[in-house]
């Protein structure tokens, strides 16, 4: 797909487009679009594939096309007519950033909470919010940008198998100084497509990632914080960070009266002596910033990352148990589609959590940030 104006443009490899002007042509048999169309358009580009690897070519391919901008359609996704005009326009304004856009599910229920996050993100949680395990605040599929940016940040990481790509192009996208801008119109039908193309990437290696771009980008103008979670995520928390990292927790907060009445979490596999204990409280008594590490979501099967490749689960003999990205990255053929949240799974905490957190009344991005 290639899109032009009065001037031709270069037709690019398969799966980014070169944006040339407002006006939309294609490649393949399909017919033309125009920002006058009233029906949605589908890309129809399937990506190429090295060492089975999905995707490899799609990413690589905006080294080889010309065109001032660049956007990726991905090829189990439905792009609506206007996509390429209004995100052109966002474009032009924000030519360091990338352009993302509001989505529609398909089936239209399948990850209700992760399209709520999607959709409703303020434009400072776009931001704020890119430590989650939902990576990039907006989403791989909707990307739009620069070219010339996108030279400047670098190509993809073709490392190999198991490199989770569209999430180290996003975190050098923010070292480089670059923003998250979202039009706030649906301009994708976001679904899944059952025999895609499938690799792994290792819930451990997309954790490490998120822990040292946490550690890189806001721990250091923090003298101390707390982590919000005395549980399993929480303690995996602390463990991952440095030392240097880790002598800044000066409690974990919980609303679980059995941590709290126990008092402290000792971190039984360290090298120092005494050993670590650091105090477990109510929330209401610990001081901010906290990092919340709180899970919210308990699935009753398992979907892939939804800003990465599909990923083969391993075990077919029954659902994984899918819980944000804390557990693994996997998921079965018949998974109803990207995201962390299928029909279905049990909101652990029933809008709890949230009310707690707004009780407190802090600034997020100062006071506290999501790492769940």
């Given at each position: 797909?290639?899109t032009?104006?009065?001037s031709p ?6 799966g980014?487009t070169?944006?040339c002007?407002?006006s939309?042509?294609r ?13 949605p ?5 399937r990506?190429?594939l090295?060492d089975g690897?999905g995707g490899?070519?799609?990413r ?6 010309e065109?001032t901008t ?5 090829e189990?996704?439905v ?5 390429v005009r209004?995100q ?6 924000h030519?360091?950033?990338?352009i993302?856009?509001?989505?529609r599910?398909?089936?239209p229920?399948?990850?209700e ?6 959709n ?7 931001l704020?919010?890119?430590f989650t395990?939902?990576g ?10 620069s070219?010339?940016w996108f030279f400047?940040?670098g190509?993809?990481?073709?490392g ?14 923010l070292r ?8 706030d ?5 976001y679904?899944?497509?059952p025999?895609a193309?499938t690799h792994?990437?290792l819930e ?7 822990v040292r771009?946490?550690?890189e980008r806001?721990l250091?103008?923090?003298?101390a914080?707390?982590i ?6 929480g303690?995996?928390?602390?463990r991952?960070l440095?030392?240097e ?5 000066v409690?974990f907060c919980?609303v679980d009266?059995?941590?709290?009445r126990?008092?402290?979490y ?5 090298q120092?002596?005494p050993?670590?204990r650091v105090p477990?409280l109510?929330f ?5 910033p906290?990092?919340?590490c ?7 099967g ?6 990465g490749p599909?990923?083969p689960?391993p075990?077919r003999a029954g659902?994984?148990g899918w819980?944000t990205?804390?557990?693994h990255?996997r998921?079965?053929p018949?998974?109803?589609g990207?995201?962390?949240f299928?029909?279905?799974n049990k909101d ?5 959590f949230e009310?707690n957190l707004r009780?407190l009344h802090l600034?997020?991005?100062?006071d506290?940030?999501h790492?769940?």
């Open positions: 797909m290639s032009r104006s009065s443009c270069t037709t690019p490899s398969p980014w070169s944006a002007g407002p939309c042509s490649t393949s048999k399909a017919p033309w679009s125009s920002r006058s169309s009233t029906t358009v589908r890309t129809g580009l990506p190429s090295r690897r490899w070519k799609t690589g391919s905006p080294w080889s096309s065109g660049l956007l990726h359609p991905e189990d996704d792009m609506m007519p206007q996509r209004l052109l326009e966002a474009a032009a304004q030519p360091t950033s990338i993302g856009c509001r989505v599910r398909e089936p229920k399948s990850t909470r992760y399209t709520r996050w999607i409703q993100l303020t434009p400072d949680q776009l704020t919010q890119v395990s939902h990039p605040t907006v989403i791989m599929p909707t990307w739009f940008c070219r010339a400047h940040v190509p993809f990481d073709e190999g198998q198991g490199v989770p790509e569209d999430l180290l192009f996003f975190y050098d996208h480089k100084g670059g923003g998250v801008v979202r039009v119109q649906s301009l994708l039908l679904r899944y497509l025999d193309a792994s990437v451990t290696t997309i954790w490490t990632h998120r771009f946490l550690e806001v250091p103008r923090w003298a914080f707390t919000w979670n005395a549980g399993r995520q303690r995996r928390l602390y991952s440095t030392a990292a880790r002598r800044k927790v409690a919980d009266e059995n941590k709290i126990k008092g402290f000792c971190h039984e596999d360290s120092e002596r050993k670590p477990v109510h209401r008594a610990a001081r901010p906290f990092v919340i709180v899970k919210l979501v308990q699935g009753t398992c979907s892939r990352p939804p800003w599909r990923s689960c075990s659902p994984c819980v990205a804390f557990t990255s998921v079965h018949s998974s109803t990207p995201g962390h299928r029909p279905g652990l905490t029933g809008g709890a009310d009780s600034r997020e991005g100062q506290f940030l790492f769940s």
